[in-house]
């Protein structure tokens, strides 16, 4: 089955700086490539996602990177605000719809 | 936010008792999933319906039991319980589960039920 990795688990910048986060899959068949942004108590929600078809995704100050030979994919967020403190999800899939997540990272961004 | 809906929101049960969760998603779905998010662990896929019929059950202890009556309400029955089981129970709905791999849908998550075991 499809393992996720992600990387690092604890992110602290300073605001205005940059934050790059990073997941590893070992499913090649792999093809959809989601990010969760979770606040705390709150739902998770789609920030951004992405799909095999492309290398690169932007939105605003958020991004994601994709390459399929080496199976990870990173997101960007920059010029970061307090208002991005929370913690970050990547998640692939395998099978139909489901979804193999990472285990998370905390991102502070410190005023 | 009133896509997808849960109830409770918190909820503290003993180790005996019986209790059911309940997921409401109002985006005319037809797929819906329970996940256990529990501390430092990643999110856990515990079961998927596609039209209302179980399509997967990730290993899970039958003291969780889901039930699907429509395609718009899910449930997650739980009877006697641990104290491990303690976690945010999340419900999650998409457009449609397992069509082709290459239209995956995106997974709309309610705000989850926090439940403690004592």
């Known amino acids: 089955g499809e393992n996720v990795e992600q990387h690092p688990s604890t992110l602290s910048v300073q605001e205005g700086d940059s934050a790059v986060i990073k997941c590893t899959y070992s499913d090649s068949a792999s093809n959809y490539f989601p990010w969760y942004k979770q606040e705390l108590g709150k739902r998770p929600q789609l920030i951004i996602d992405i799909r095999s078809n492309v290398g690169e995704k932007k939105d605003q100050r958020i991004a994601v990177t994709l390459n399929k030979t080496a199976k990870h994919f990173s997101l960007h967020i920059t010029e970061t605000q307090p208002e991005d403190s929370a913690v970050y999800f990547c998640a692939a899939n395998n099978a139909g719809n489901m979804l193999t997540f990472g285990g998370g990272t905390r991102l502070m961004v410190k005023p | 936010e009133t896509g997808v809906t849960q109830t409770p929101r918190h909820l503290v049960m003993g180790m005996t008792n019986k209790k059911s969760l309940k997921c409401e998603q109002h985006?005319?779905?037809?797929?819906m999933y329970w996940y256990k998010q529990s501390a430092k662990k990643p999110l856990e896929l515990m079961f998927v319906?596609?039209?209302?019929?179980?399509?997967e059950n990730n290993s899970v202890p039958s003291r969780f039991s889901p039930e699907c009556p429509n395609s718009s309400h899910l449930f997650l029955h739980l009877h006697t319980l641990q104290p491990e089981d303690s976690a945010l129970y999340l419900c999650?709905?998409?457009?449609?589960?397992?069509?082709?791999?290459?239209?995956?849908?995106?997974?709309?998550f309610g705000p989850g039920t926090r439940l403690t075991v004592l």
């Open positions: 985006l005319g779905h037809n797929a």
């Open positions: 319906y596609s039209l209302e019929e179980r399509v």
């Open positions: 999650a709905s998409s457009q449609d589960w397992g069509l082709s791999a290459s239209s995956t849908d995106t997974q709309y």
